[in-house]
């Protein structure tokens, strides 16, 4: 039984290394334009396909598709970026629900590509068993979670030192008074918008070396990323990382004490529980939401 | 709370001059009448029905949305919720199914009680945790199968029964219930919006924080209209449930319950009364008749489309479309 947990411990982390580069995606965009994109789930889910398409055409490795997978990303970005920008009146509740329609078509674009069929790499050297000590893993999911790791110091130091990083969190902290400092907050939105694709499109990929995908999932991966940025409270990187453990442990375990059917329970009683009883989220936050 | 003198700068209800409400009243009875006098096809007046079931949803989601101020994209809960209570209220406890379907409604705003505590969340907090909501139920009814057959389904429960002789369950009673219950839930609705109720909503719409000083119970208020607008779903969920004769949880808490409301009631112009039941039909006879046709899997990315053009290019809605066409006010205010 103590083996078991382990393991559901083990796995839950790893896989919460690829919820944590999902949700700093959404986070980032919602940090520059105060807008939930729900459609960022089926970012993620679109680059996974990339992925797909790529290792079953060219015998690739699935990583190869990165290049693909930031190209198809950042452009669908563009343009949903460009329309959330177009929108002048009930900003909020309309992009809201732009952002909403935009995942419908791209979960039904992709159900028309690609099939409702269940997907995952055969590449048998990302399958491969690793194991440490009593627990054990595939490859594809270390390396996933390696990168994960890679991405968010990366990202960690870019809103850090970069001056798009500070515009963007100049933008997030007061928008007028960056744009009299000389930033340009449309400008500064698209590039965190864009940001946000590129985590995707890792995210992705990596989603796709690790686990399963079909085209309903997308909303799922939305729902999930919400989840760890209301776990996470407002702006932190480690917090967002850790929100992510968090629901990747407790979707684990559930399945493995309880059944793999309550693993969304699991969750989504979580984030209620944390929205409710820490308004502020779990790692403490500075701005109270509402 | 009722405000005793109305702030001039809070727009006043659209009032309109009585003959023209009058007309405009009869004018939806011959539209509604129209398909039972032609003689319409079973096929068709399945279709209708369908269509007003969603027109009701739409309806309860544009009044939270309008009079509440929130969006919400789980009123798929209230929509199963209310099926299975009538179904098993009528089934097991023997209660009549007209009985059971005002049961149903109670039963959906008794669900939407365990929501309160999402009032104090605000835009995309507050939509997304009424989704989180929406999942709960539909993993806890597939989960609760002594209660609801959990996936295999539920379909030993009583259909609609006959009335003065007008069989119910027949396809043309079936149309004339569903007509008179959404004609019944837009006076509702018409009601509360010219009532102080709804000039106070109108009120928070522009400033809660203001409308709290003068002694307004805003919280209070927009939970009424959230276990009002659940109400109302559950009672329209529990009437499909009696006209189709079949649940299982993947269909009564289907994300589309949650998605299709909010299209037909952003189409038609959410801030209207009208707007969710006629946006309702046309969006539910398009998708059936013209997108399946066109794409059979998948046929919702047209949909996706329509609700993307829409808000970009008429957040008000067709409804709203027109006014300005017709030199109303710029943007039909609540």
Not at chain 2, 27 to 32: D, K
Request: aromatic share 8%; hydrophobic share 60%; with cysteine.
């Amino acid at each position: 039984m103590t083996d078991l947990i382990l393991q559901a411990l083990f796995s839950g982390v790893l896989i919460g290394g690829v919820y944590a580069l999902v949700a700093l995606g959404l986070a980032l965009s919602f940090g520059a334009m105060r807008i939930i994109n729900l459609a960022h789930g089926e970012l993620v889910l679109l680059a996974a396909y990339c992925a797909y398409l790529v290792e079953t055409r060219t015998g690739l490795d699935p990583y190869a598709a990165i290049p693909l997978a930031l190209l198809v990303v950042a452009g669908v970005s563009a343009v949903l970026f460009l329309m959330i920008d177009r929108i002048r009146q009930d900003r909020e509740l309309n992009s809201l629900i732009l952002t909403y329609a935009v995942g419908i078509i791209l979960t039904n674009a992709i159900l028309l590509a690609f099939a409702s069929d269940v997907r995952s790499t055969a590449s048998p050297t990302l399958q491969d068993a690793v194991t440490l000590g009593s627990v054990y893993a595939m490859t594809g999911e270390i390396i996933a979670f390696g990168l994960s790791l890679v991405l968010m110091v990366a990202l960690w130091w870019w809103l850090k030192r970069s001056w798009y990083g500070r515009a963007v969190r100049a933008v997030s902290s007061n928008r007028a008074a960056a744009t009299l400092m000389g930033i340009s907050p449309g400008r500064t939105e698209l590039v965190a918008f864009l940001v946000a694709g590129a985590l995707a499109s890792f995210a992705g990929v990596a989603l796709y070396t690790m686990s399963v995908i079909q085209p309903a999932l997308g909303h799922a991966l939305t729902v999930k990323a919400f989840v760890i940025t209301v776990l996470a409270g407002v702006g932190s990187i480690p917090g967002v990382f850790l929100g992510a453990l968090l629901l990747g442990v407790t979707e684990a375990l559930t399945v493995t004490l309880a059944s793999s059917a309550l693993q969304d329970l699991a969750g989504m009683v979580l984030f209620l529980v944390v929205l409710f009883l820490l308004p502020n989220g779990l790692f403490g936050a500075r701005a109270r939401r509402g | 709370m009722a405000p005793a003198h109305r702030d001039p700068r809070i727009p006043a209800p659209a009032s309109g001059k009585p003959w023209r409400n009058a007309a405009l009243v009869g004018a939806c009875l011959v539209l509604a009448a129209l398909p039972v006098l032609l003689g319409a096809s079973n096929y068709l007046l399945g279709l209708l029905i369908s269509a007003l079931i969603l027109s009701g949803i739409a309806l309860a989601w544009a009044l939270l949305g309008n009079l509440g101020g929130m969006v919400s994209f789980g009123h798929a809960a209230f929509f199963g919720v209310g099926a299975y209570a009538s179904a098993l209220i009528s089934a097991r406890l023997g209660v009549p199914v007209l009985l059971a379907i005002p049961l149903a409604g109670l039963c959906a705003a008794l669900s939407a009680l365990a929501m309160l505590p999402t009032l104090r969340l605000s835009g995309p907090y507050f939509a997304l945790a009424i989704l989180a909501y929406a999942q709960i139920f539909r993993i806890l009814a597939t989960e609760a199968t002594g209660l609801t057959g959990g996936g295999a389904g539920l379909q030993r429960f009583p259909g609609l029964p006959t009335i003065l002789g007008l069989d119910l369950g027949s396809r043309t009673g079936s149309y004339g219930l569903l007509v008179a219950m959404v004609a019944l839930s837009a006076l509702a609705y018409e009601a509360i919006r010219r009532s102080h109720v709804g000039t106070a909503l109108r009120a928070i719409a522009h400033s809660e924080d203001a409308t709290r000083v003068v002694g307004v119970n805003s919280v209070l208020l927009k939970a009424w209209m959230l276990l009002l607008s659940a109400f109302m779903t559950g009672v329209f969920g529990a009437l499909n449930a009696h006209i189709i004769g079949f649940l299982e949880p993947a269909y009564a808490f289907s994300g589309l319950w949650s998605v299709m409301p909010i299209i037909a009631a952003i189409f038609g112009g959410y801030r209207t009364v009208l707007g969710p039941i006629g946006g309702a039909i046309v969006i539910y006879l398009f998708d059936q008749l013209v997108a399946k046709d066109l794409i059979a899997v998948g046929h919702q990315i047209l949909l996706g489309l329509v609700l993307v053009v829409m808000v970009l290019i008429a957040p008000n809605g067709l409804l709203g479309l027109l006014k300005r066409r017709a030199g109303g006010r710029p943007h039909a205010d609540a």
